[in-house]
């Protein structure tokens, strides 16, 4: 998916980004890198510290939480478009889930300084997707 004019659509299909415009999506697409994990392989580790954000391309994931040393919880299964990390994004604490590939997977990355230097760029794109964080957390607050 090296194409960036191939990201620019992708990222319009990303609930994240679909009220962004083509000229902030370019600015952004840009900056993704491309990263590809085989089934079992973690793509992002619970408790280290998150670089970013991460997009399934292609394939699937399963969010795993573990708790207590060892007992472990699928939270969330991701498929292309799903994306995490986002809060990484916006602070430096520790993953909260590991995510492990369940078949080969490639992902888009987008790092915590890349995010700041666009969002630094274009103030009316941090609003637009701090209002689509906004929607995510409350979400998943309602199932809680």
């Known amino acids: 998916m090296a194409d960036q004019e191939k990201v620019v659509r992708f990222l319009q299909t990303v609930p994240m980004f679909q009220s962004l415009n ?3 999506l370019k ?3 840009r900056r993704f890198t491309e990263r590809s994990y085989d089934p079992g392989n973690a793509i992002v580790t619970q408790g280290t510290v998150g ?3 991460f997009i ?18 699928v939270v969330n299964e991701l498929k292309a478009t799903d994306f995490f990390g986002e809060l990484s994004l916006l602070d430096e604490a520790p993953r909260t889930a590991s995510v ?6 490639v992902c888009l990355v987008l790092t915590q300084l890349d995010f700041m230097s666009a969002l630094r760029e274009d103030s009316d794109m941090a609003i637009a997707m701090l209002k689509e964080l906004a929607r995510r957390f409350r979400r998943v607050m309602e199932r809680l």
């Not at 492990?100 to 997977?105: G, L, Q």
């Open 27 to 29: 600015n952004l697409a």
């Open 100 to 105: 492990i590939a369940t078949s080969p997977t």
């Open 56 to 73: 399934i391309a292609e394939g699937t994931a399963d969010a795993v939480r573990e708790h207590h040393g060892s007992e472990k919880t």
């Open 22 to 24: 083509n000229r902030q």
């Open 51 to 53: 670089i970013g954000l």
